[in-house]
């Protein structure tokens, strides 16, 4: 049977841009199931029902479904709701996303009152995670394999993402075997189960006395599967029982078997290396394209790129007040800011920097001490330095398109969006040379220049003088060979990093579930 007939994947997503967002991985889950509707996949999402998306502009409504989930003695109940996400082309078919309703759970995110998807802030300005998210995605992951007997769809595959979504397998196989109606049993035992790690790093870790509220044996509470120094830990639940593992780039798919990067799992995915895989996370390129990105002051391509980038930098040194120098080396960063991004070497360094007549724009929310420090650089070079301590997706796009710098010196990257976004815009990316960073930029070294095939400015230490050294060298191409950095601007910008690329990686992981296991 051809498998545009026999394949069927319900992409299991715990944020989706365009209903809710915390960081790149919304990105992720609006594009991949898209990407792979094109390929002739039938494809649904599903989500919680944040605040943010029952506001969303893709509005969801009611299924009529309802959902009934024991949470250790007691019985919580919810609902399904159903919205969905536009083609990527014409020809294409809209993607169903479902929503799981459950108020007490998911309806707490309220930017203006500090209360975040997962995390809220305390009046001392520090994040600090719910209580009870053991219980809020317990429930989720119950609520995900309910969905799929209420709304008749069976999906061949579920690929599920991160910790949030990590019980989904345990469920399917240590419980649903005993619990589903025949001949649901049947159906619910040919599911095979993809689990992604975005970030090992957020793994789910809760009291080991919330077993019986999970509604798990406690035969499972121990080191080979659900224990994790005496902690459950939902993200290894899901490295353990999924069929297939995959993360978001080769570099960081070896990263994460080692110490250094392992985070305390690095000998249970060593144990699962084989069915392990790296697949580079793509950009959405009907969204991410200066050609047509409505939120620029000037649209552009790689043969107007001298025209429409120039009115781009005016546009945005404008914005912050500083000074509308073309020839002025303008560095920009869209950031969580946060030491994983490498917020302590753009700190370390920026006054060496500033001093030798550069500008520095910065958007992004995170760790107050970042949030201080950038304050400081804005009130000691006012006329250099712009702060936007914010998630704003225009002022994101307005960054890409005028800085001529983009920044991502970041301790572990395991793909990253932004740098794919930057090439694209001939933006040059200065990046450390980890994960996905590695895998899509390419040092200009003067033989990668000769050759054509440099795409920006990479460092492997983790320092700031390192970071410094290739920041520099990016600015004096940029100020001496003009000619030569449009040329690398060029080169970027003709890269394929669409999502088309990825998806097709993740059809063929897929396939070979289906066809051999």
Same mark, same amino acid.
């Given at each position: &049977?051809?498998?545009?007939?026999?394949?069927?994947?319900?992409?299991?997503?715990?944020?989706?841009?365009?209903?809710?967002?915390?960081?790149?991985?919304?990105?992720?889950?609006?594009?991949?199931?898209?990407?792979?509707?094109?390929?002739?996949?039938?494809?649904?999402?599903?989500?919680?029902?944040?605040?943010?998306?029952?506001?969303?502009?893709?509005?969801?409504?009611?299924?009529?479904?309802?959902?009934?989930?024991?949470?250790?003695?007691?019985?919580?109940?919810?609902?399904?709701?159903?919205?969905?996400?536009?083609?990527?082309?014409?020809?294409?078919?809209?993607?169903?996303?479902?929503?799981?309703?459950?108020?007490?759970?998911?309806?707490?995110?309220?930017?203006?009152?500090?209360?975040?998807?997962?995390?809220?802030?305390?009046?001392?300005?520090?994040?600090?995670?719910?209580?009870?998210?053991?219980?809020?995605?317990?429930?989720?992951?119950?609520?995900?394999?309910?969905?799929?007997?209420?709304?008749?769809?069976?999906?061949?595959?579920?690929? @599920?993402?991160?910790?949030?979504?990590?019980?989904?397998?345990?469920?399917?196989?240590?419980?649903?075997?005993?619990?589903?109606?025949?001949?649901?049993?049947?159906?619910?035992?040919?599911?095979?189960?993809?689990?992604?790690?975005?970030?090992?790093?957020?793994?789910?870790? /809760?009291?080991?006395?919330? &077993?019986?509220?999970?509604?798990?044996?406690?035969?499972?509470?121990?080191?080979?599967?659900?224990?994790?120094?005496?902690?459950?830990?939902?993200?290894?639940?899901?490295?353990? /029982?999924?069929?297939?593992?995959?993360?978001?780039?080769?570099?960081?798919?070896?990263?994460?078997?080692?110490?250094?990067?392992?985070?305390?799992?690095?000998?249970?995915?060593?144990?699962?290396?084989?069915?392990?895989?790296? +697949?580079?996370?793509?950009?959405?390129?009907?969204?991410?394209?200066?050609?047509?990105?409505?939120?620029?002051?000037?649209?552009?391509?790689?043969?107007? +790129?001298?025209?429409?980038?120039?009115?781009?930098?005016?546009?945005?040194?404008?914005?912050?007040?500083?000074?509308?120098?073309?020839?002025?080396?303008?560095?920009? &960063?869209?950031?969580?800011?946060?030491?994983?991004?490498?917020?302590?070497?753009?700190?370390?360094?920026?006054?060496?920097?500033?001093?030798?007549?550069?500008?520095?724009?910065?958007?992004?929310?995170?760790?107050?001490?970042?949030?201080?420090?950038?304050?400081?650089?804005?009130?000691?070079?006012?006329?250099?330095?712009?702060?936007?301590?914010?998630?704003?997706?225009?002022?994101?796009?307005?960054?890409?398109?005028?800085?001529?710098?983009?920044?991502?010196?970041?301790?572990?990257?395991?793909?990253?969006?932004?740098?794919?976004?930057?090439?694209?815009?001939?933006?040059?990316?200065?990046?450390?040379?980890?994960?996905?960073?590695?895998?899509?930029?390419?040092?200009?070294?003067?033989?990668?220049?000769?050759?054509?095939?440099?795409?920006?400015?990479?460092?492997?230490?983790?320092?700031?003088?390192?970071?410094?050294?290739?920041?520099?060298?990016?600015?004096?191409?940029?100020?001496?060979?003009?000619?030569?950095?449009?040329?690398?601007?060029? @080169?970027?910008?003709?890269?394929?990093?669409?999502?088309?690329?990825?998806?097709?990686?993740?059809?063929?992981?897929?396939?070979?579930?289906?066809?051999?296991?």
């Amino acid at each position: &049977m051809a498998h545009e007939a026999r394949m069927r994947s319900a992409v299991d997503l715990k944020i989706v841009a365009g209903f809710a967002k915390t960081g790149g991985l919304a990105d992720v889950a609006a594009s991949l199931p898209r990407a792979l509707s094109e390929r002739g996949i039938t494809c649904a999402v599903i989500m919680p029902l944040y605040r943010s998306a029952r506001q969303a502009v893709l509005s969801p409504q009611p299924t009529g479904q309802a959902l009934h989930i024991p949470m250790g003695p007691k019985i919580v109940e919810g609902a399904l709701w159903r919205s969905a996400l536009p083609p990527l082309s014409p020809q294409g078919a809209p993607v169903p996303v479902i929503l799981v309703e459950q108020p007490d759970y998911y309806e707490r995110d309220n930017r203006a009152l500090g209360h975040g998807l997962y995390q809220y802030t305390t009046a001392a300005g520090q994040k600090t995670d719910y209580a009870d998210n053991c219980e809020r995605y317990g429930f989720f992951c119950r609520a995900v394999l309910e969905a799929i007997r209420l709304l008749d769809f069976w999906p061949d595959v579920l690929h @599920i993402n991160d910790w949030q979504t990590g019980l989904v397998p345990v469920y399917l196989r240590e419980i649903y075997p005993q619990q589903a109606r025949s001949p649901e049993r049947a159906r619910y035992a040919q599911i095979k189960t993809l689990c992604t790690i975005h970030n090992l790093a957020y793994q789910g870790n /809760f009291w080991h006395m919330d &077993m019986p509220l999970l509604g798990l044996p406690w035969r499972l509470f121990n080191f080979e599967q659900l224990e994790f120094y005496n902690h459950i830990n939902f993200l290894k639940a899901g490295i353990v /029982f999924a069929d297939v593992l995959t993360t978001v780039s080769p570099t960081y798919a070896r990263e994460i078997q080692t110490p250094y990067f392992g985070c305390g799992l690095q000998g249970v995915l060593l144990r699962r290396s084989a069915q392990l895989h790296g +697949i580079v996370n793509g950009a959405d390129y009907q969204v991410w394209n200066p050609r047509t990105d409505a939120h620029l002051a000037a649209t552009y391509d790689e043969e107007t +790129i001298n025209q429409g980038k120039p009115a781009c930098k005016a546009a945005l040194q404008k914005s912050f007040g500083l000074e509308e120098n073309p020839r002025t080396p303008l560095l920009g &960063m869209v950031s969580r800011l946060v030491d994983q991004k490498g917020l302590d070497l753009l700190t370390k360094s920026a006054r060496s920097l500033l001093k030798e007549n550069m500008q520095l724009v910065v958007l992004g929310e995170g760790n107050p001490v970042y949030h201080q420090a950038l304050d400081r650089l804005r009130r000691d070079f006012p006329a250099q330095v712009g702060v936007a301590v914010a998630q704003d997706e225009k002022l994101a796009h307005q960054i890409e398109a005028g800085a001529d710098i983009f920044l991502m010196p970041s301790q572990y990257e395991p793909c990253g969006l932004n740098q794919l976004y930057s090439l694209k815009y001939g933006t040059v990316p200065v990046v450390r040379a980890t994960g996905g960073l590695a895998d899509t930029v390419v040092d200009a070294t003067p033989a990668n220049l000769a050759a054509g095939q440099a795409t920006g400015f990479t460092f492997a230490v983790y320092s700031a003088q390192a970071f410094l050294d290739s920041v520099k060298r990016a600015v004096t191409l940029f100020r001496d060979q003009p000619d030569q950095w449009l040329t690398l601007q060029r @080169i970027g910008m003709r890269q394929d990093w669409s999502w088309n690329r990825s998806a097709a990686a993740y059809e063929s992981l897929y396939q070979s579930l289906i066809t051999t296991m």
